[in-house]
Each structure stands twice: as C-alpha cells, then as structure tokens.
C-alpha cells in the first residue's frame, strides 16, 4: 500500500548549509533531492511543508571572520543572501529558509536546553581544552587539529574528517595544535556542560530500528550505538553563538543549535502562514530529513536523543546522500576539484533543469555520485534531446501543422494502462528515495510514447486518413500530457513551458498525478511549439573541463609551495630530445633584455622584454630570479630561441625561451654572445 497521500502532515527539511562559503555541486546532491521529493508529495495530495535555512554559528565562520577582519554577522548576511538566491535559481522553492542565529532560534534552543537541564539530561564536569600559549587564547574545534585517539589519522577539533569519522570531545585529540599560528597547544581545565548521551542508548537502538529513509543512515547509525555511547559536551568557549543558559561565557554547541533550526524554521513558516508547528514536532506529523552522508552521526544519534529528552517528536526519516566526486576525483576545494553553482554552471548559461536531471538520474542517492563534463553533455543530449524532447517536439509541432488543435479521437486503453502503470511505479520509486529509479521509469514513458509515434507513422497517414490519424495524435497528447506531470518534480521550469505549450492553462505545478489520465480535451488550440531541451556541443564541453583543468593546476600549485614543482614540469615539457634536422629548424637570435621584473606568484621565474631587432620586442619568461636580480639583467644580450610555441608559466605567456646553463651551484648561466652584436643576428 502507497505511503502517500497520509492523513499525517509532512514536513521535509534539508541539512542547513554553512554560511561560510559559496554553493557548489556537492551542496545540491541533499536539495535538489529533497525539493524533488516535496514537489512529488504534492502532486499525490499530501500534505507538505518544506524548511530549511543557513547554519551560522561555530568557530570556522568566527575563524574567517577574523582573517577577512569583519564579523561574523556580515559574513553570514552575505552567504545567507547566496544560498538563498541560488536556491531560487535551481528551482529548490522552500517554504521558509531562515538563519540559526535569527531570534526564533536562540529563544527555541534556549528552551530546549532548558527543557534538557530540568530533565537532569544536563551535568557540569571539568575537562581539559586544547589552549595556545602563543596566541593566549582557547582553542574550540577548528582553531585546533592533532592526531585522532581512535584511528590516529590527523583530525580537527571536534571531528575525525580524514579518518574514522568519529565524533570527538574537547580534549580527545593527541599532539593539539594550533590552527592559527601552527605552534604547539596545551591543555588547560576549564568547566564545560555535558549531554546524557550514554543514558539514551535503549531508546536509540529501538528508534533506529523502525528509523525510514535509506539503510546507509540506519546502519551506519545502529554501528556506532552498538558500541558504548559516551556523553556529549555541548558548549564552547565563543562569543559568537546561542549563549548557555546561565553562563555568559559559554555558547552552545554548534551541532545542539543547528538541528534546533528545523524547528525554529518551521515556527517561522506558521506565523507566516497562521499554521501550526506544533503539528510536527509535538503532535502526530511526519518528519523526514535529507542529509549529506557525513552529517549521518549528528542526525541519528545526537539529535532524535535531544528531541525524546526535551519531549519532542523525533525524525521518521532521514534520507542520507551518497557523497561526490568531480571527474573521477574525490571532491576537494582546496585541490579546485569543485564545481560551483554560479560561475561553473548558471553563469555559462546552462538551464537549471539539466543539472536537477543530472543529479536525479546519475546512480542511486545513496552512492558516489561523479560529475562528469562529458557524462553531463551526454546525458542531456541522448535523454533530454533524443528521447523525451524528441517525443515532445515531434508531437506537438506535426499536430500544430497537420491540426493546429488537439483532434478529436479516442485515447486507447493500453495508452491510459501504460500511464498509470508508470505513475504507480514513480511512485514507489519516489517513496523508497529512489531518485534515478522514478527518472528512468518516467522516460521509459517517453521512450514508449517515441515507439508509438514511429510505429503508426502519421505523416503517412495524414495523406490516407486524417480521422485515424487525429486519434493517434491525441493518444500522443495524452502521453505528453503524463510526461509534463511526472517530470514536474525534477524539471519544474521546463515542465511548466512544456505544460502551456500542449494548451493547458491550469498550473502544473499544483496539478495532481491522478490528473495524468484524465482525457486531453479536443479542440484546444496548439502554437507552434518551441524546442525545450538543445543540445550540449562539444566545444561547450570542452570549454568547461579547460576551465575545471586550470583551476585544479592553479589550486595544486598553491598548495604546500608546489608551484616550484609545476614551474619545473612546465618548463621541462619544452626541453625533449631533438634530432639535428630538428635543430636546423631552430631560429636562434640574439636579443638585448630591455626590462625584467618578478613574477609574484613563483620564487623561480622572472618576466623579461626582449628586443629582437627590426622593432621586434618579445615578452619571455625565463627561470632566473634565484641567480639574477632583475635590473642587473637590463641591457645583457642573450641567445634566445624564437620559433618555440608560446606556453603560460605561472599563467604568464612566454613567447620564447632564453639559453642558459646550470652551474655546480644550480645557478643558471646565461649564454651570451663574444662580443656585442646587433639584436636579431642569428645563429647558426
């Protein structure tokens, strides 16, 4: 029996991204998803709300905002406005998206930790926190790493991200260092608050058990409370965040008041709205989360035990994504393995709609998924263009020109079975978090309404039966009709062209599944159709991966003063072996160095004009700067080889190379003729 419509209100929430930073392709396997899911739920009558909002607490936006010397409100303000808007953008429509550090959610994590400190949920204890003697300050999460005391990989402050993925306490991590200025940290006692953590491990162990969504977090989940469950300290020394009660000198926890958003977030939607948020989190709705699958320890262990000890609902569900790679690479910003949502995808002009399709039909949700510049264009082309906006286009431009209307006829039977065999299958998909499965199952469909168009060959039967031709027409209006509702979900803009261009003047948007079978009206007039989806061209897709390649080269380059490395690939690539028919291709000149000046970004290369003779000057970026200061360079002629191809060193371009040996030293030896001569003389 279908899970959905339910009497029980829905309320579907996302894992709140961090205001810290700009939104990219990782960030939209959780929304994209879940904006999917919420719009599918309506279109079977359910009722749903849809929350989310930006996480803006914790010390990496404190840590930032002293590096960029503002504060954390503007920092927050800036990215809050991102997500926001790129939301938007992508067609992720929720009903309410607030801050953690709007009132409504200090006032509610205020009562919650109350709630929790009446319940006797709550001990004080003194422990030891990581302290810099350098920087006289302490040192919460971020601003400390050291070594995992379970897997001993190297780990930040309150969370093993390079290892085992644990949780971890203040003053759990080995050999503390400080992330400010790299010295050694200590550990200094210091009074913090502490969640019963270890008292909830029954209560969790039943929960998970009939915990919905997908098995990666139940599992994962059920793991981790097999073992002996510890308590968790839930305050930080911060001045930015949601004070403790009681104590101006703590903050809680980052990870007690962002869940507490989903909450706050839904008070919001009901004083906006005159509803109830009680309804979800006190009374006897329906909770689902989607979440990214390194958030999994947070949302199925820390939060439900929070909600049971402070008497909230707990989740139904928490739906956890697979994680993401760019181009067979694990994703990395550091190592520019990133694709970002604005200037790598919308800014290029690719529509909204083709990314939502990517992510929805790529591999389960609950795998890795890979983004691919190619598997991108081919997805779209093949998919998109050849199978769905094939069928959609042929249909409505042959019944615009040979009609002009939707024809009268019957709409068979098997067409009818056909359509609501694939509604009751996207459903299922769609009520297990199976994401590509519904998006296969919906153009399967199309695949079949493509069949049914060339197996009865209408331009051939226009010519003998325009009658028996209307009907097959209207059959195919009928499956375009289908197609429109059921890709609503992934491909809402486009759906809503789609849905005015078959006639159609009710809101697709809010029109039903159900409806999918109700019989297209004859009659109603038909334009001439526009092509909905165009296709990807190599050239595009080449242009991005160029684009994607040099940001990676850029970022390796930076990274732990690597440069030095790629200077010398660079420039090594120019020197392969020659044969002397090759070297009697070589235009060697002399050339006299009329300014050079440092490149900034490298500790190896200067920028040099060289005059060339015949009002000829070339810019040439040689590997000088450790053995010549540049103004003793000006006026020193050179042996330059004039006919390499140009290259790009440090992202500089070099039109030339300038000879030179290395001495015993390492230092290079420029190569000059024996006597002054004229720039340009050759060498042969």
């Known amino acids: 029996m279908s899970k959905f419509p339910s009497e029980k209100p829905v309320l579907v929430t996302c894992g709140l991204p961090y205001a810290n930073g700009k939104a990219h392709v990782g960030h939209l396997r959780t929304y994209v998803p879940a904006d999917i899911f919420t719009r599918s739920l309506k279109k079977t009558g359910q009722e749903v709300t849809f929350v989310c909002g930006s996480d803006t607490h914790g010390t990496p936006i404190v840590f930032n905002a002293e590096e960029l010397k503002t504060t954390p409100t503007e920092i927050i303000k800036v990215y809050h406005k991102h997500f926001d808007e790129t939301f938007k953008k992508m067609g992720v429509m929720f009903d309410a998206f607030g801050t953690t550090d709007d009132p409504t959610n200090h006032n509610r994590t205020t009562e919650i930790v109350s709630k929790l400190i009446e319940n006797g949920y709550v001990y004080p204890k003194t422990i030891e926190v990581a302290y810099c003697p350098s920087c006289d300050r302490s040192l919460p999460d971020r601003y400390v790493k050291g070594t995992c005391p379970h897997c001993k990989k190297e780990a930040r402050g309150d969370e093993c991200d390079q290892g085992c993925g644990k949780h971890l306490e203040p003053g759990e991590l080995e050999h503390p260092t400080c992330t400010t200025c790299n010295g050694p940290a200590e550990y200094k006692e210091q009074e913090h608050f502490f969640f019963k953590l270890s008292q909830f491990k029954d209560f969790l162990l039943e929960y998970l058990e009939g915990l919905g969504g997908t098995l990666n977090a139940r599992n994962y989940a059920l793991g981790w409370v097999k073992q002996e469950l510890t308590d968790w300290c839930i305050t930080r020394s911060l001045e930015w965040g949601i004070k403790f009660p009681g104590h101006e000198d703590l903050v809680v926890y980052v990870w007690v008041d962002a869940p507490i958003g989903y909450i706050a977030f839904t008070e919001e939607w009901a004083e906006a709205n005159n509803e109830s948020w009680e309804k979800f989190w006190k009374d006897d709705g329906s909770i689902i989360h989607f979440i990214g699958g390194d958030i999994i320890y947070h949302h199925c262990i820390f939060w439900p035990a929070m909600l049971k000890g402070a008497g909230y609902n707990q989740p139904d569900a928490v739906v956890a994504s697979g994680m993401v790679k760019i181009e067979d690479r694990t994703f990395s910003k550091s190592r520019g393995y990133v694709v970002w949502v604005d200037e790598d995808y919308l800014d290029h002009g690719f529509h909204q709609d083709l990314l939502r399709y990517y992510l929805a039909s790529y591999t389960s949700h609950t795998k890795e998924l890979n983004f691919s510049w190619k598997v991108f264009q081919d997805k779209v082309n093949t998919e998109l263009v050849g199978v769905f906006g094939n069928f959609l286009y042929r249909t ?198 009329v300014s050079a000046e440092a490149i900034k970004k490298s500790k190896k290369l200067l920028k040099l004009q060289v005059d060339l003779g015949e009002e000829e000057t070339r810019q040439i970026v040689a590997g000088l700067k450790e053995s010549h200061e540049p103004e003793q360079l000006i006026g020193k002629q050179v042996a330059v080889l004039t006919n390499l191809a140009p290259a790009k060193l440090c992202g500089v371009e070099s039109n030339g190379m300038v000879l030179a040996g290395v001495d015993a030293a390492d230092n290079a030896i420029l190569l000059q003729p024996e006597k002054e001569t004229n720039p340009g003389t050759c060498i042969h």
């Open 396 to 593: 409505l431009l042959f019944t615009h020109k040979n009609f002009g209307e939707i024809p009268e006829g019957e709409v068979k039977q098997d067409i009818l079975d056909e359509i609501n065999t694939t509604i009751e299958n996207a459903k299922g998909a769609m009520e297990n978090y199976e994401f590509k499965k519904y998006a296969d199952t919906v153009m399967a469909l199309a695949s079949y309404g493509n069949t049914y168009f060339q197996s009865n060959e209408p331009w051939k039967l226009i010519k003998e039966n325009k009658e028996a031709c209307g009907e097959i027409v209207k059959n195919c209006a009928q499956i375009t009709k289908a197609l429109c509702l059921l890709f609503e979900p992934i491909l809402p803009e486009k759906m809503e062209e789609a849905w005015k261009q078959i006639g159609m003047e009710t809101d697709v948007h809010e029109t039903n599944y159900m409806e999918a079978t109700e019989l297209v009206k004859s009659g109603i007039t038909l334009e001439k159709p526009s092509i909905l989806f165009e296709k990807i061209e190599d050239e595009k897709t080449e242009e991005m991966e160029a684009i994607s390649a040099a940001r990676v080269k850029e970022a390796i380059a930076k990274e732990n003063g690597t440069e030095e490395v790629e200077e010398v690939k660079e420039i090594e690539e120019m020197k392969d072996l020659i044969t002397f028919d090759d070297f009697s291709k070589m235009d060697i000149r002399i050339g006299t160095i």
